[in-house]
């Protein structure tokens, strides 16, 4: 892979970062789903976990049931393991603004997380394979509400 090469596939990257974000953040929540290959996963460190788009389309529709959601996601110093020309892993920092209902509110973090990503080439645009978010920091009294399914259950 050339530099050039590699230098586009790192924009392609933070545009898909940027989307995802921009789609929970701006009422798309759903469609975030779309972001993921067809058996992607996206999980809250070890014991939430939602696998295939349905899975995660599921989380983001319960999550729509609780009403008006405010938030923002600013995900920050993107950085890049593995690249080659279909598949690249990549870490980023995301700090959280959310509260229920309409805006304005108060300028409170609610979260800072770390993003652990596997992307891949799929039929030629960039998808998540995997998206892990590892909670660093949060206010303990309020919470998120991305309801990821229970990784620790047994499928009945």
């Known amino acids: 892979m050339t530099p050039a090469e590699a230098v586009i596939i790192r924009s392609e990257i933070e545009t898909l970062l940027a989307e995802f974000a921009w789609r929970i953040d701006h009422g798309a929540d759903e469609s975030a789903a779309d972001l993921f290959t067809a058996d992607g996963w996206y999980a809250w460190g ?3 976990r939602s696998a295939g788009r349905e899975a995660i389309r599921a989380a983001y529709r319960a999550r729509i049931t609780r009403g008006v959601r405010t938030s ?3 995900v ?3 950085r890049y ?4 020309a279909d598949r690249v892993e990549a870490t980023s920092i995301m ?7 309409p805006p304005p509110h108060p300028a409170h973090v609610l979260m800072v997380a770390d993003f652990e990503d596997v992307c891949v080439r799929d039929s030629g645009r960039w998808l998540f394979e995997s998206r ?3 909670e660093l920091f949060n206010d303990p ?3 998120a509400v991305l309801p990821l399914a229970d ?3 047994k499928p009945a």
């Open 151 to 153: 990784s620790r259950r």
């Open 141 to 143: 009294g309020r919470s």
């Open 132 to 134: 892990n978010l590892i």
């Open 46 to 48: 070890a014991a939430r």
């Open 81 to 84: 393991g593995s690249i080659t």
């Open 72 to 74: 923002r996601h600013i």
């Open 76 to 78: 920050t110093n993107l």
């Open 95 to 101: 700090t959280l603004y959310a509260e229920d209902g």
